[in-house]
């Protein structure tokens, strides 16, 4: 079959072009700076400047960092906040992986619209109209290869972020850690990624961007922050975000009073809440609104009683805050920092399970420093909305990581009581501190030991169900096997790669649960003319009545009706992997290239040619932004939018001699170390309780438990010591969260 003939005359040029067009470069000798290569660069003129002639607004400065984040002062690095004179009263970390533009977004946003918020302070000796020039906002990306690229469109459209032959992998034979970038952005992209200028109340912003070159976990985050740019800009207060938490629109401010008007705070966190979505959509997901509960209870009853003591077991990192020379260590080198710090080099044969959590002991630390009574408090009103997991096998793999540190850091805490004595509390602080370690103590202990004994209670003839027994009977064969398949399924898989198991497993448990409730109620109602019935029954109500009554006390009840339900049915799983975060790069890449000096300490670099080739970068990263996910759904708007959418050093030996292991070996090493530690603990925690079911079964019939003639039998008696034991512990808790409350109405 032959093609009809082209009726008119056709001219051919090609295809459209595809892909991004090359643009034009020069090269550029530059000087170093102390040794450093740092390069000042214009940014793109279609950027749109509110605030157009200021030096840090037309230029982005970058710099190849060349060294460990101890050494960046020492290797003469430098920021542009200490060379404009500047104090610095507020410095917020923003700590990111691999999170989307729309979480970057959402928590950019939310710190911009708290620095408008302390711009608008009238009446305060801190801030006023300039109070942007005293808060620096630091965003420390883990891993150039790993960052989201919508997250580097988005520092480009904001003028932070500059691609380009600027970036090295190698500076004179040394090898480049982080890209560092500083700008001071005068807009701002919200949630729906949208610009927003002054005129929607957005103030500048001073940046510093650490992209670091490898995957080095988010505690070599923090180091960097509280390490190499910390001691340069010597801060009052330090914020600790996560991406993905959106403060509130005056949450870093209720932080900071909380520094400004009690001298010897020394750690704050404010109120972590689940993101629920428009109209709380979010809460229609039963994961989802079962964490939203269990939040809602932290933040009413378990830290404002920590506060109260003086202690708070754990500031969260997605939203906290530190006074930073509550932070600084002793002149011999010890003290919280060196403490949070000493467990991020993990190696088998280096460091202990213990001093491998250490970064999570940091409150412990700061309260028990020595000469010095720093306490840590709770702000209630300072929100800070998170993302919580949404589907099963992220949130097994989050408990994994809570479980498993919580534990440790607790354990270490407890084991190290004898450091608070040596703090400068007062008698009364340490008497007091004292009383909430053996709180937190007895709460390790029952959380160890926490076995509730139901089954097989309504086969009892006084309840009248004969037949209840071959149901029990069913009940505990599928609830035994659904136990052994979750140990095996911990053992050979991830989360992600056994959901549909786990889902299953899920389901059967809340089921399971239902079952339990119901099982309950008809207990309940027989233990009510039995001997210590009354006391089961008291203690019930107690538990209860202290989350609906500290809920309304609190005036925020609306969990108790939109999540009790799903926190009931839902269970907390325990698992036998320890995880210690994401694995960190080893090999360094060489994609960016080398810059070598010559005899006059310059160095030859490559740069746009023209205004319009920077105008080039700036277009792509707006179509990245408009291709993107997100944008999908909606048009990117604005006048920049135009039309559219180390290990410890070993000790020298000379016999016999000790073969050095090489990183990957060193891994192994770790790996095995710490898989004979979960399985010590696994197989005690199994043992232990198993030894505790054997002594309050044996002797007795489950069966006979509510038998108005048996009397007080140990499966009855058990029952009865857990109820009491966590109405009183409720009660505590009560007591705690509303003295809590008094204060804030008496203090304001």
Same mark, same amino acid.
């Given at each position: 079959?032959?093609?009809?003939?082209?009726?008119?005359?056709?001219?051919?040029?090609?295809?459209?072009?595809?892909?991004?067009?090359?643009?034009?470069?020069?090269?550029?000798?530059?000087?170093?700076?102390?040794?450093?290569?740092? %390069?000042?660069?214009?940014?793109?003129?279609? *950027?749109?400047?509110?605030?157009?002639?200021?030096?840090?607004?037309?230029?982005?400065?970058?710099?190849?960092?060349?060294?460990?984040?101890?050494?960046?002062?020492?290797?003469?690095?430098?920021?542009?906040?200490?060379?404009? $004179?500047?104090?610095?009263?507020?410095?917020?970390?923003?700590?990111?992986?691999?999170?989307?533009?729309?979480?970057?977004?959402?928590?950019?946003?939310?710190?911009?619209?708290?620095?408008?918020?302390?711009?608008?302070?009238?009446?305060?000796?801190?801030?006023?109209?300039?109070?942007?020039?005293?808060?620096?906002?630091?965003?420390?990306?883990?891993?150039?290869?790993?960052?989201?690229?919508?997250?580097?469109?988005?520092?480009?459209?904001?003028?932070?972020? @500059?691609?380009?032959? &600027?970036?090295?992998?190698?500076?004179? $034979?040394?090898?480049?850690?982080?890209?560092? +970038?500083?700008?001071?952005?005068?807009?701002?992209?919200?949630?729906?990624?949208?610009?927003?200028?002054?005129?929607?109340?957005?103030?500048?912003? @001073?940046?510093?961007?650490?992209?670091?070159?490898?995957?080095?976990?988010?505690?070599?985050?923090?180091?960097?922050?509280?390490? /190499?740019?910390?001691?340069?800009?010597?801060?009052?207060?330090?914020?600790?975000?996560?991406?993905?938490?959106?403060? $509130?629109?005056?949450?870093?401010?209720?932080?900071?009073?909380?520094?400004?008007?009690?001298?010897?705070?020394?750690?704050?966190?404010?109120?972590?809440?689940?993101?629920?979505?428009?109209?709380?959509?979010?809460?229609?997901?039963?994961?989802?609104?079962?964490?939203? +509960?269990?939040?809602?209870?932290?933040?009413?009853?378990?830290?404002?009683?920590?506060?109260?003591?003086?202690?708070?077991?754990?500031?969260?990192?997605? +939203?906290?805050?530190?006074?930073?020379?509550?932070?600084?260590?002793?002149?011999?080198?010890?003290?919280?920092?060196?403490?949070?710090?000493?467990?991020?080099?993990?190696?088998?044969?280096?460091?202990?399970?213990?001093?491998?959590?250490?970064?999570?002991? *940091?409150?412990?630390?700061?309260?028990?420093?020595?000469?010095?009574?720093?306490?840590?408090?709770?702000?209630?009103? !300072?929100?800070?909305?998170?993302?919580?997991?949404?589907?099963?096998?992220?949130?097994?793999?989050?408990?994994?990581?809570?479980?498993?540190?919580?534990?440790?850091?607790?354990?270490?805490?407890?084991?190290?009581?004898?450091?608070?004595?040596?703090?400068?509390?007062?008698?009364?602080?340490? %008497?007091?501190?004292?009383?909430?370690?053996?709180?937190?103590?007895?709460?390790?202990?029952?959380?160890?030991? /926490?076995?509730?004994?139901?089954?097989?209670?309504?086969?009892?003839?006084?309840?009248?169900?004969?037949?209840?027994?071959? +149901?029990?009977?069913?009940?505990?064969?599928?609830?035994?096997?659904?136990?052994?398949?979750?140990?095996?399924?911990?053992?050979?898989?991830?989360?992600?790669?056994?959901?549909?198991?786990?889902?299953?497993?899920?389901?059967?448990?809340?089921?399971?649960?239902?079952?339990?409730?119901?099982?309950?109620?008809?207990?309940?109602?027989?233990?009510?003319?039995?001997?210590?019935?009354?006391?089961?029954?008291?203690?019930? /109500?107690?538990?209860?009545?202290?989350?609906?009554?500290?809920?309304?006390?609190?005036?925020?009840?609306?969990?108790?009706?939109?999540?009790?339900?799903?926190?009931?049915?839902?269970?907390?799983?325990?698992?036998?992997?320890?995880?210690?975060?994401?694995?960190?790069?080893?090999?360094?890449?060489?994609?960016?290239?080398?810059?070598?000096?010559?005899? &006059?300490?310059?160095?030859?670099?490559?740069?746009?040619?023209?205004?319009?080739? !920077?105008?080039?970068?700036?277009?792509?990263?707006?179509?990245?932004?408009?291709?993107?996910?997100?944008?999908?759904?909606?048009?990117?708007?604005?006048? $920049?939018?135009?039309?559219?959418?180390?290990?410890?050093?070993?000790?020298?030996?000379?016999?016999?001699?000790?073969?050095?292991?090489?990183?990957?070996?060193?891994?192994?090493?770790?790996?095995?170390?710490? /898989?004979?530690?979960?399985?010590?603990?696994?197989?005690?925690?199994?043992?232990?309780?198993?030894?505790?079911?054997?002594?309050?079964?044996?002797?007795?019939?489950?069966?006979?438990?509510?038998?108005?003639?048996?009397?007080?039998?140990?499966?009855?008696?058990?029952?009865?010591?857990?109820?009491?034991?966590?109405?009183?512990?409720?009660?505590?808790?009560?007591?705690?969260?509303?003295?809590?409350?008094?204060?804030?109405?008496?203090?304001?």
């Amino acid at each position: 079959m032959t093609e009809p003939e082209t009726p008119v005359e056709t001219r051919h040029f090609g295809p459209a072009p595809i892909g991004r067009i090359r643009r034009r470069l020069k090269k550029k000798r530059v000087h170093l700076t102390n040794g450093n290569l740092v %390069v000042d660069l214009s940014v793109p003129p279609k *950027l749109v400047l509110p605030y157009r002639g200021e030096p840090e607004m037309v230029q982005t400065r970058y710099s190849a960092v060349t060294c460990d984040p101890d050494d960046f002062e020492k290797e003469k690095f430098f920021l542009r906040q200490n060379e404009s $004179g500047r104090t610095t009263e507020l410095f917020i970390v923003i700590t990111m992986y691999n999170e989307d533009e729309v979480l970057f977004c959402r928590t950019m946003y939310g710190v911009m619209r708290n620095i408008a918020h302390l711009c608008s302070r009238k009446h305060s000796q801190t801030w006023g109209p300039d109070a942007w020039k005293k808060v620096v906002v630091c965003i420390v990306a883990d891993g150039r290869k790993k960052i989201h690229p919508q997250v580097l469109d988005c520092l480009t459209v904001l003028g932070v972020y @500059q691609p380009g032959d &600027h970036m090295k992998n190698m500076v004179n $034979g040394k090898e480049v850690t982080a890209h560092l +970038f500083e700008y001071t952005t005068s807009f701002a992209l919200d949630p729906n990624i949208q610009f927003r200028y002054p005129d929607k109340g957005i103030v500048p912003t @001073q940046i510093i961007f650490c992209m670091k070159e490898k995957n080095q976990k988010k505690i070599n985050s923090h180091r960097w922050f509280f390490n /190499a740019f910390a001691p340069m800009l010597q801060p009052n207060i330090c914020v600790l975000l996560d991406v993905g938490t959106r403060p $509130g629109n005056n949450s870093i401010y209720k932080l900071w009073k909380t520094f400004d008007v009690n001298s010897n705070v020394g750690g704050a966190c404010g109120e972590i809440a689940v993101y629920k979505g428009k109209n709380w959509k979010n809460l229609l997901n039963p994961l989802v609104a079962a964490q939203n +509960f269990e939040y809602k209870l932290s933040n009413i009853l378990d830290k404002p009683t920590e506060s109260m003591f003086g202690y708070i077991s754990v500031l969260p990192g997605a +939203f906290s805050a530190y006074r930073w020379i509550a932070l600084q260590n002793s002149k011999d080198g010890q003290g919280p920092l060196a403490s949070y710090f000493k467990g991020e080099v993990l190696h088998g044969g280096d460091t202990d399970i213990f001093t491998s959590n250490m970064y999570r002991i *940091l409150c412990f630390e700061l309260i028990a420093k020595a000469n010095s009574n720093w306490v840590l408090r709770y702000v209630k009103g !300072a929100i800070g909305e998170t993302d919580v997991p949404e589907s099963l096998p992220e949130f097994i793999s989050q408990r994994r990581r809570w479980l498993n540190g919580s534990f440790f850091a607790a354990v270490y805490a407890i084991a190290h009581t004898g450091q608070i004595l040596r703090s400068g509390h007062s008698t009364s602080r340490k %008497v007091t501190l004292m009383i909430e370690t053996v709180y937190n103590l007895i709460n390790l202990v029952f959380s160890w030991f /926490a076995i509730v004994i139901l089954s097989s209670s309504l086969e009892d003839p006084s309840f009248g169900m004969p037949s209840i027994r071959y +149901f029990n009977a069913l009940v505990q064969y599928f609830l035994a096997s659904i136990i052994i398949a979750c140990f095996l399924m911990s053992m050979g898989n991830k989360p992600k790669a056994a959901h549909r198991k786990y889902k299953l497993a899920s389901v059967f448990l809340g089921v399971l649960m239902i079952y339990i409730m119901v099982a309950s109620v008809f207990c309940g109602i027989a233990a009510a003319s039995q001997v210590g019935g009354p006391l089961v029954l008291l203690s019930v /109500a107690i538990t209860y009545g202290v989350y609906v009554t500290s809920s309304l006390l609190a005036f925020d009840p609306w969990h108790i009706m939109t999540s009790f339900l799903p926190y009931l049915l839902a269970l907390l799983y325990l698992s036998d992997r320890i995880s210690w975060g994401t694995k960190q790069d080893t090999v360094p890449d060489k994609d960016l290239g080398t810059a070598v000096q010559d005899s &006059h300490s310059q160095v030859d670099i490559e740069v746009l040619a023209e205004a319009a080739d !920077a105008n080039g970068i700036y277009e792509d990263a707006l179509e990245g932004l408009r291709t993107s996910k997100f944008a999908n759904g909606g048009t990117l708007k604005g006048p $920049g939018a135009k039309d559219g959418k180390v290990g410890r050093s070993e000790s020298k030996r000379i016999r016999p001699k000790r073969k050095v292991l090489s990183e990957r070996e060193r891994e192994l090493a770790a790996m095995d170390y710490y /898989a004979d530690v979960r399985t010590n603990v696994l197989l005690t925690w199994v043992l232990s309780n198993g030894v505790l079911l054997l002594l309050i079964l044996s002797g007795s019939s489950p069966s006979s438990t509510f038998d108005p003639e048996a009397g007080v039998s140990r499966t009855k008696g058990y029952l009865m010591f857990i109820l009491a034991f966590a109405a009183i512990t409720n009660s505590v808790r009560f007591v705690g969260s509303t003295l809590y409350l008094l204060m804030r109405v008496f203090t304001a």
